[in-house]
């Protein structure tokens, strides 16, 4: 039973690292090197109780397994460090609301602060901290995979016909995105700075009325700092408002940033259906994952295993009505 898996960003990516591993033979296919989508820009948090602030309970839930799915599938790449949250003294209420949407937290002061991250002590009155939550390098994830794919026997292909596989599973994110599809797109921009005067050991957010922010570091000097979410499919570098935006809500988290240097920006259109959950459609030799959001490498491994679930429970279906 070959399988063609369309798409190598992290859906795919996950989609075909988990059959592979059940012993079903895989061919990847994308016109792009493995890993060039959306999920190449990701922040790479698994923050699952920070995003329950808007994301649904099932988000919530898959996100935390996902730790451990990505802990096992790649080992020595995720850092359970937690997440810290925190606020500017004018936006205080903006800290309380957080706290009140989401739960796994606990409260620390500024000797606590001090603490966590020495880099922004005397700079926050008092903070959340997920001391639960992870993170990884995106890129450095969705390379493991595919080396661990190839290693699996998994071929990967930049073209191929349909016809020559006995399923089909659709991970193309924003080449879905077509006519009564029930996608839309949502820009997503980000951009990478690099400084060696800051520290930083986990992932920090920035809350802001208008402008959230993340700041996570990524070793040797660099810092991931995201992301805008526009209501847009425009396709196009990042605009000189959100990359002042980014950059200013930077500074507010620490003035060091004002020296940084800018190495990276980075804009990317993630597909999502009306309630921004992802999920797996289709029937038959045709399925597809798709919908990802934000969530990506919070719900991919949950939508992977079911997958894989489906393609164990076919044969048996078919012994029971033989």
């Given at each position: ?231 847009s499919e425009h396709d196009g ?26 190495i990276e920006t980075g804009t ?22 798709n919908g990802m959001y934000r ?28």
């Amino acid at each position: 039973m070959t399988i063609l898996v369309k798409g190598a960003g992290v859906a795919g990516l996950t989609a075909a690292f988990a059959l592979a591993r059940k012993g079903h033979p895989v061919t990847l296919l994308d016109p792009k090197a493995p890993g060039v989508a959306a999920s190449h820009y990701a922040g790479g948090m698994l923050a699952p109780w920070c995003e329950g602030e808007t994301a649904p309970e099932v988000v919530v839930e898959a996100g935390a397994q996902a730790i451990g799915w990505w802990e096992c599938a790649l080992p020595g790449l995720v850092e359970r460090k937690g997440t810290l949250v925190v606020a500017p003294p004018r936006d205080q209420s903006e800290l309380e609301r957080f706290a009140r949407r989401t739960h796994r937290h606990e409260w620390v002061d500024e000797a606590g602060i001090a603490e966590l991250e020495p880099a922004l002590a005397g700079r926050f009155r008092r903070a959340l901290f997920f001391r639960d939550e992870a993170h990884l390098d995106p890129r450095k994830a969705l390379a493991g995979l595919f080396e661990a794919l190839v290693s699996m026997g998994a071929k990967f292909l930049h073209e191929a016909d349909d016809r020559a596989f006995c399923h089909i599973i659709d991970c193309t994110g924003r080449a879905a995105i077509v006519p009564r599809s029930q996608l839309r797109g949502v820009r997503g921009e980000m951009l990478y700075l690099t400084t060696q005067d800051l520290t930083l050991s986990r992932p920090v957010r920035l809350l802001h009325p208008r402008i959230p922010l993340y700041v996570v570091p990524r070793g040797d000097g660099r810092f991931m700092v995201g992301a805008t979410m526009i209501e847009s499919e425009h396709d196009g570098p990042i605009s000189v408002r959100s990359l002042m935006e980014l950059l200013n809500a930077a500074y507010t988290l620490h003035p060091t940033f004002g020296e940084a240097e800018v190495i990276e920006t980075g804009t990317s259109i993630r597909p999502a259906y009306a309630d921004n959950i992802p999920r797996i459609t289709g029937s038959g030799r045709h399925l597809a994952i798709n919908g990802m959001y934000r969530h990506g490498f919070l719900m991919a491994p949950a939508l992977a295993q079911e997958l894989a679930a489906r393609f164990e429970a076919e044969p048996q279906r078919r012994s029971a009505t033989a």
